[in-house]
């Protein structure tokens, strides 16, 4: 085979994997969350204020289509060991029996089970496990947008962290500590998976390329 039809032979496979790629997105299309551009956070009463803390590790994969929001899903999982609220020993005593109990329980898990479209936001139905506990729960989400490489989702939510079995609480000046009702808000960056296989079948073209043309010059 000449060096001239391998090239183009790569460069026909590239564009139609990278079409490929263009097409996912007008139809169902399948997102990896990226941790290192993505946040969860959440938010509780402690007394008269409110505290926030994150997990820094989870992972999951959104399916989304544009066309038909009901055909979507989501799923994700977050290591309840990464929680933090910037005070070590709060964050201690969060990992600790008194609440998430991380040895135990080390994961908490969403998967969606029905989406709704709700004028520009999306009605999230699923079941959270946190704690050993799986429990239905609503959020309300958006999708943000999306490129060829990356889209953005958003959710948020309020769960009563007691109807997962995490009760603990302490009463001063007759006021308890802390509230049952927890804020969730999630921020997402996703990699198209499309775009990503794309781009390695190019990669391994390009290489197969280069190992065909250094044979060719022998």
């Given at each position: ?27 169902p299309s399948t997102w990896t969350i990226d941790p290192s551009h ?24 959104i399916v989304y289509d544009p066309a038909n929001v009901a055909g ?87 769960v009563d962290r007691k109807d997962f079995g995490i009760t603990w ?50």
């Amino acid at each position: 085979m000449s060096l001239r039809k391998v090239r183009i032979g790569v460069s026909v496979v590239a564009a139609a994997l990278l079409g490929l790629s263009a097409v996912a997105q007008a139809a169902p299309s399948t997102w990896t969350i990226d941790p290192s551009h993505s946040n969860v956070t959440f938010s509780i009463r402690h007394f008269f204020t409110k505290v926030s803390g994150s997990f820094t590790k989870f992972s999951g994969q959104i399916v989304y289509d544009p066309a038909n929001v009901a055909g979507s899903s989501a799923r994700a999982e977050i290591d309840a060991a990464s929680i933090f609220t910037a005070n070590e020993r709060r964050d201690g005593h969060l990992k600790s029996a008194d609440f998430f109990d991380v040895e135990k329980y080390p994961k908490l898990v969403f998967e969606s089970t029905k989406m709704t479209p709700a004028g520009d936001k999306v009605k999230i139905e699923g079941n959270l496990t946190m704690h050993g506990v799986t429990k239905p729960v609503t959020l309300e989400g958006a999708f943000i947008g999306a490129g060829a490489e990356k889209a953005g989702f958003e959710a948020y939510g309020k769960v009563d962290r007691k109807d997962f079995g995490i009760t603990w609480n302490k009463v001063a000046d007759q006021n308890a500590m802390l509230g049952d009702d927890v804020e969730i808000r999630i921020a997402i960056e996703a990699n198209s998976e499309a775009a990503e296989a794309a781009r390695k079948a190019a990669q391994a073209q390009k290489k197969e390329e280069k190992k065909t043309e250094a044979n060719v010059t022998k």
